[in-house]
């Protein structure tokens, strides 16, 4: 599911260093490039009195239109909206398609991008980040009676359930593990829960989202990787002071309790330190 988090092995294995889930491809467009706009500072998004957030509105959780055409809501969308508020400025939402959300930042089309976006060496070369405001890891996910998987070193020789276009497959190739190509989560438990596979490897925000949707007490999370995966707004080059502030307004944020409700709100945990 969260197609643009960091899959990172264990201490005990060698680091993948991969984009997630949907797509390994970088979003197209290069700060570099002509016609880049110059970077944005808060007095102009002030004097505006709008923050122009570059989101994809088809990324459930974070970032969706309810019920397919109802309003945009979501974990990102929530938390963005109320940094807005906090810079005292109305959010106004620009959708567009992964492979173009750079280039829309790029072009001024918009001032942020709030989507999930990994912090990535590549993109901290290219582009302004907020401090982080999901951290997750991957987990490895077995039935809740399995007592013989509790690390990745346990893999070996098992049989796990992956997409064959996920980086996790490579995570758990590099564990020993045989695959069993699945196209998706939903697939992948049904396969463990039937005893067809003894695991699957995935996005820890994956499994907090499916049981917060649907409680399953038959899967539980067996093992994670140590190293975290951190996801922050992105900005043009130039934003320094309006990233500073949305800093401010994060720290804020965490501290009187908001982005912990929100996170409790889509994933029955707080995801956001």
Request: with cysteine.
């Amino acid at each position: 599911m969260k197609r643009h988090i960091i899959a990172l092995a264990t201490a005990a294995l060698l680091a993948v260093s991969v984009t997630g889930c949907s797509g390994s491809t970088e979003p197209s467009g290069s700060p570099a490039a002509s016609g880049t706009a110059t970077g944005v500072t808060l007095k102009q998004v002030q004097d505006s009195g709008v923050l122009k957030i570059g989101t994809e509105g088809t990324y459930k959780p974070f970032s969706f239109h309810e019920g397919g055409t109802g309003a945009l809501t979501g974990f990102d969308v929530e938390v963005v909206t109320a940094v807005a508020r906090k810079l005292g400025v109305k959010p106004q939402f620009e959708e567009t398609q992964w492979d173009a959300i750079f280039a829309g930042l790029e072009a001024g089309r918009s001032d942020v991008i709030a989507n999930q976006v990994s912090i990535t060496p590549e993109r901290e070369a290219k582009y302004e980040f907020s401090k982080p405001y999901t951290v997750s890891t991957g987990v490895i996910v077995t039935k809740s009676d399995n007592t013989d998987i509790s690390s990745f070193a346990d893999l070996k020789g098992k049989t796990t359930a992956q997409s064959l276009t996920s980086n996790w497959q490579q995570l758990a190739k590099d564990s020993g593990a045989n695959i069993e190509a699945v196209e998706g989560w939903a697939q992948a438990i049904t396969l463990l829960k039937q005893g067809r596979v003894d695991a699957t490897i995935n996005d820890k925000l994956t499994y907090l989202d499916a049981q917060k949707t649907k409680q399953d007490d038959g899967i539980k999370i067996a093992a994670e990787t140590a190293e975290k995966s951190l996801s922050a707004m992105a900005f043009r080059q130039g934003s320094e002071d309006l990233v500073k502030a949305v800093d401010k307004a994060l720290d804020e944020l965490s501290s009187d309790g908001t982005l912990s409700t929100i996170s409790e709100k889509y994933f029955g945990a707080d995801v956001t330190k």
